[in-house]
Structure formats: structure tokens, C-alpha cells
């Protein structure tokens, strides 16, 4: 029988029974740097990024990678390359950023709970800073005034694929509110910092255009009443589908009613105001799977637990949200098909990829792939149990590239200090 599970994207296929992912098969990508791996798909980034770009029309246009969804240098490579700009959390995304290539003036930091040694370091950079709270706000016009600033808002919308995403609304810890608004201009007077942007991320993982368009209306109105705007940025949040009855994001429905929102916003405002999408996940999600090994069959009274080399360590997703991937028998094109639960090495019961799915059955030495882990897979990744991360590799039509070794015991240990007690 053949797989259950549909590859749905790209050009991921069964080649002499073996999954083939960007034209490399998964057994020789392993035999040549280990397991577990993650690999990524040059041809289905780009594909992603294309996408979005023609899906809106309204111009001056920008794309913000969202580089929290995977950090890794060459990937942010591949995004500058192909003209991205990023959204940028912490120091250390923009100590990255200019590895990768990007000058200040391609970033917008937007932090929560930023230190004042934070604020500091940016400014230093000279990168734009979008103000999470009024505590923020007043400690930087104190030291830095006469500067250009963005303000990230919570409109009262949120929404996301799961409570702890939802980063819009009463319980969210994200943006300067409505009621703040005031103090926000008043700080902004008495420094002197001009508001040229406006932002808002209400969540992420969003599948429905209507969320997206509805929550930029209060946006809109709010921005009609700063005179110094040269952008709006409306958040990352595009969801991908990552089980087979999700629906892919109407990018058609949503493309057409931001450009007719934006259109009717700029001819009321009176100027042409850039638009800025920040996505993450949209972006690298459906380019990357993890590609583990079972090592252990065990049957139950209740279950079959297909045990492998890797864990929630190296992917939190299904613990974190009950997330699901889809997960391929990578070896195995045809065979029986048993509802197995796919469990890591951990010591920890709820270390598991699935609770149960309708598989392939698998044998020990098959390696499964586990997709659509691009995003927040390698990024959320954790050396818990001291048990190291995978390597990562870029596949791009048929050929492979180390682009992250694999972590080491040694790199671990190697932060101890040599205390004598
Ligand atoms: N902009 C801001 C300010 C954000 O906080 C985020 C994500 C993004 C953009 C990009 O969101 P995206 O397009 O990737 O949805 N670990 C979770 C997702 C957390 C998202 C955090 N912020 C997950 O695995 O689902």
C-alpha cells in the first residue's frame, strides 16, 4: 500500500522506493552527514518567497523574513539574496544579519522585555527600533532622542494556531495598546522621536486571509492620525498546512484585499506608504524536514512505539502546541500501514512526534521524515538530556551542502568553566 500521507509540496518524491528530497535521497544524505538531520530545500525557499511577493500587488512592497523561524546563515543568505529584509529580535539576529550580509538599514529590531544594554547595542547598530511598551519608549528617548522610531500596537485582535502564539489582544504580553496610545505620542514629543512606522503581529499560523484583512482595519484607522509615516507593517502569521484537511492560506484573497486597503488607506492619508509583511514560517516551513532513524520497535498493550535518534530536543512543536507534522516512512514506499507513535530519546513521556499516525510500518534502520519543519524546528532546538543538535543541510536540485555542522558533546561541556570545588 502506498503511503497515506500526500507530499504535497515540491519536488519530494519516492525514487527506487527511497524519498528524494530537492533530487537527493534521504538514505544518502545520511550515510553522508548522520542522523538525526535536518534538510532544507533551496528550490521550495525561493518558491515560497516568489509566491508572496507576486500575491501582493500594492507597491512600495517589502518582505521581512522573520528569522526567529530559522536562524541559519546561509538560509538568511538565500533571503538577502533574493531581496528580503528582516524582522530581527534580539542582539544576537543582528550580529547574525551582518554575517549574512544585511546593513542596518535592512532591519527592524522588535524585541519584548528589552534590557537597556539592549537598546543601547541597537542603536549602536543603527537599526530602527519598533517600541514593544512605554517602558521601552521612555528609557530610549531618555538617552537617544532626536531619532526615527516604529511602534508595535496591540489592537485588541489576536489570533493564532494555538494559545501561546496568539500575540494580539487583552492577554497577550505584546504591543502598546490603544490606551496607551497617548503617552506613546506625548514621549515621543517630549524627545523628539519622529513615529515613521506602525506595526502589528496579531499571531501566527493563520490559514484564513479574512483574519489578516480584518485585523489591519483598526491598523488603518489608528494610522490616520500620525503625520510621519513612511510605513506599516502588518506582521508575519501566514500559516502553511500541515495536515492533510488544513487549507492552504488564500494568498490570492489576501494579496487583493491588502492592496485594495492599502490603496483607499494612502489616498485618504494623502502619501504613499510603504507596506511590510514579516513572515517566518510561510517562508522556510514547508522547505525543511527532519530526517530521523528508528532504532527501537516495542509493542504495547496499547501502542506501537517506533523509538528514533532524535526527540522534542531537536523538534518541541508536537509537545509545545500538539502540532502536527506529517511523517513519512522514508525508506519504505510500500508495506503494510500500522498506527504507530513515533517517540524520541528522551527521558520524558511526552517526548513524541505524534501520538499515533497511520504509517508505513516501520523497521528498525528505516528513517522517517518528519516535514514541514523548517520553521521554529532547528530554531526552538535545545540540548536537553546533553544530548546534542543535528547538523543541517541545504539540498538544491540534487546536490547537498553542510550549512550547520553537527553539535558535539564537546561544544556542550566546552561552557563549563574549569571551577575546582
Ligand atoms: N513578527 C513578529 C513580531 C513575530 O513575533 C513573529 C513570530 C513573526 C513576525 C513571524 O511569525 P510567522 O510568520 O512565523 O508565524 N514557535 C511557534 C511560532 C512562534 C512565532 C513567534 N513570533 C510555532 O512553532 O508555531
Same mark, same amino acid.
Given at each position: 500500500?502506498?503511503?497515506?500521507?500526500?507530499?504535497?509540496?515540491?519536488?519530494?518524491?519516492?525514487?527506487?522506493?527511497?524519498?528524494?528530497?530537492?533530487?537527493?535521497?534521504?538514505?544518502?544524505?545520511?550515510?553522508?552527514?548522520?542522523?538525526?538531520?535536518?534538510?532544507?530545500?533551496?528550490?521550495?525557499?525561493?518558491?515560497?518567497?516568489?509566491?508572496?511577493?507576486?500575491?501582493?500587488?500594492?507597491?512600495?512592497?517589502?518582505?521581512?523574513?522573520?528569522?526567529?523561524?530559522?536562524?541559519?546563515?546561509?538560509?538568511?543568505?538565500?533571503?538577502?539574496?533574493?531581496?528580503?529584509?528582516?524582522?530581527?529580535?534580539?542582539?544576537?539576529?543582528?550580529?547574525?544579519?551582518?554575517?549574512?550580509?544585511?546593513?542596518?538599514?535592512?532591519?527592524?529590531?522588535?524585541?519584548?522585555?528589552?534590557?537597556?544594554?539592549?537598546?543601547?547595542?541597537?542603536?549602536?547598530?543603527?537599526?530602527?527600533?519598533?517600541?514593544?511598551?512605554?517602558?521601552?519608549?521612555?528609557?530610549?528617548?531618555?538617552?537617544?532622542?532626536?531619532?526615527?522610531?516604529?511602534?508595535?500596537?496591540?489592537?485588541?485582535?489576536?489570533?493564532?494556531?494555538?494559545?501561546?502564539?496568539?500575540?494580539?489582544?487583552?492577554?497577550?504580553?505584546?504591543?502598546?495598546?490603544?490606551?496607551?496610545?497617548?503617552?506613546?505620542?506625548?514621549?515621543?514629543?517630549?524627545?523628539?522621536?519622529?513615529?515613521?512606522?506602525?506595526?502589528?503581529?496579531?499571531?501566527?499560523?493563520?490559514?484564513?486571509?479574512?483574519?489578516?484583512?480584518?485585523?489591519?482595519?483598526?491598523?488603518?484607522?489608528?494610522?490616520?492620525?500620525?503625520?510621519?509615516?513612511?510605513?506599516?507593517?502588518?506582521?508575519?502569521?501566514?500559516?502553511?498546512?500541515?495536515?492533510?484537511?488544513?487549507?492552504?492560506?488564500? =494568498?490570492? !484573497?489576501? %494579496?487583493?484585499?491588502? @492592496?485594495?486597503?492599502? /490603496?483607499?488607506?494612502?489616498?485618504?492619508? #494623502?502619501?504613499? +506608504?510603504?507596506?511590510?509583511?514579516?513572515?517566518?514560517?510561510?517562508?522556510?516551513?514547508?522547505?525543511?524536514?527532519?530526517?530521523?532513524?528508528?532504532?527501537?520497535?516495542?509493542?504495547?498493550?496499547?501502542?506501537?512505539?517506533?523509538?528514533?535518534?532524535?526527540?522534542?530536543?531537536?523538534?518541541?512543536?508536537?509537545?509545545?502546541?500538539?502540532?502536527?507534522?506529517?511523517?513519512?516512512?522514508?525508506?519504505?514506499?510500500?508495506?503494510?500501514?500500522?498506527?504507530?507513535?513515533?517517540?524520541?530519546? =528522551?527521558? !520524558?513521556? %511526552?517526548?513524541?512526534? @505524534?501520538?499515533?499516525? /497511520?504509517?508505513?510500518?516501520?523497521?528498525? #534502520?528505516?528513517? +522517517?521524515?518528519?516535514?514541514?519543519?523548517?520553521?521554529?524546528?532547528?530554531?526552538?532546538?535545545?540540548?536537553?538530556?546533553?544530548?546534542?543538535?543535528?547538523?543541517?543541510?541545504?539540498?538544491?536540485?540534487?546536490?547537498?551542502?553542510?550549512?550547520?555542522?553537527?553539535?558535539?558533546?564537546?561544544?556542550?561541556?566546552?561552557?563549563?568553566?574549569?571551577?575546582?570545588?
Amino acid at each position: 500500500m502506498n503511503q497515506p500521507t500526500s507530499l504535497s509540496v515540491n519536488s519530494w518524491d519516492f525514487r527506487s522506493g527511497v524519498l528524494h528530497v530537492g533530487g537527493c535521497s534521504v538514505s544518502d544524505l545520511i550515510s553522508e552527514f548522520g542522523s538525526p538531520l535536518y534538510v532544507y530545500d533551496r528550490a521550495v525557499m525561493e518558491g515560497q518567497f516568489e509566491v508572496l511577493r507576486k500575491a501582493i500587488s500594492y507597491r512600495p512592497f517589502r518582505l521581512r523574513y522573520a528569522c526567529k523561524a530559522n536562524g541559519n546563515l546561509t538560509i538568511l543568505r538565500i533571503f538577502r539574496e533574493l531581496g528580503a529584509h528582516l524582522d530581527v529580535t534580539s542582539p544576537g539576529e543582528i550580529v547574525l544579519a551582518e554575517m549574512a550580509g544585511f546593513h542596518a538599514e535592512h532591519l527592524l529590531f522588535t524585541g519584548s522585555s528589552v534590557t537597556d544594554e539592549e537598546l543601547a547595542f541597537v542603536e549602536r547598530k543603527g537599526v530602527l527600533i519598533n517600541f514593544d511598551s512605554i517602558s521601552q519608549l521612555r528609557r530610549y528617548g531618555r538617552r537617544f532622542p532626536h531619532r526615527d522610531i516604529c511602534l508595535r500596537l496591540n489592537l485588541d485582535v489576536g489570533a493564532g494556531h494555538h494559545e501561546h502564539v496568539i500575540t494580539g489582544g487583552p492577554d497577550s504580553k505584546f504591543g502598546i495598546t490603544a490606551e496607551d496610545l497617548p503617552d506613546a505620542r506625548q514621549l515621543a514629543r517630549q524627545f523628539d522621536l519622529r513615529i515613521v512606522g506602525l506595526h502589528q503581529h496579531i499571531g501566527s499560523g493563520i490559514l484564513d486571509a479574512q483574519i489578516f484583512l480584518r485585523a489591519v482595519e483598526p491598523l488603518l484607522e489608528v494610522a490616520r492620525d500620525f503625520e510621519d509615516l513612511l510605513f506599516l507593517n502588518v506582521g508575519g502569521g501566514l500559516g502553511i498546512p500541515y495536515a492533510p484537511e488544513d487549507r492552504p492560506l488564500d =494568498l490570492a !484573497e489576501l %494579496g487583493e484585499g491588502m @492592496t485594495r486597503l492599502c /490603496e483607499s488607506f494612502c489616498r485618504s492619508y #494623502g502619501r504613499r +506608504l510603504r507596506l511590510e509583511l514579516e513572515p517566518g514560517r510561510f517562508l522556510v516551513g514547508p522547505a525543511g524536514c527532519l530526517l530521523t532513524r528508528v532504532n527501537t520497535v516495542k509493542r504495547t498493550s496499547k501502542h506501537v512505539f517506533a523509538g528514533t535518534d532524535s526527540g522534542f530536543n531537536h523538534l518541541i512543536r508536537h509537545p509545545l502546541y500538539r502540532s502536527y507534522h506529517r511523517i513519512i516512512n522514508a525508506t519504505r514506499e510500500d508495506g503494510p500501514v500500522r498506527r504507530v507513535a513515533v517517540c524520541g530519546n =528522551l527521558c !520524558e513521556s %511526552g517526548d513524541l512526534f @505524534t501520538h499515533g499516525r /497511520e504509517i508505513i510500518e516501520p523497521r528498525e #534502520g528505516d528513517i +522517517l521524515a518528519i516535514c514541514d519543519a523548517g520553521a521554529y524546528g532547528y530554531s526552538m532546538s535545545f540540548p536537553y538530556n546533553m544530548r546534542p543538535r543535528p547538523a543541517e543541510v541545504l539540498v538544491d536540485e540534487g546536490r547537498a551542502w553542510l550549512i550547520r555542522r553537527r553539535e558535539r558533546i564537546e561544544d556542550l561541556v566546552a561552557l563549563f568553566p574549569p571551577v575546582a570545588i
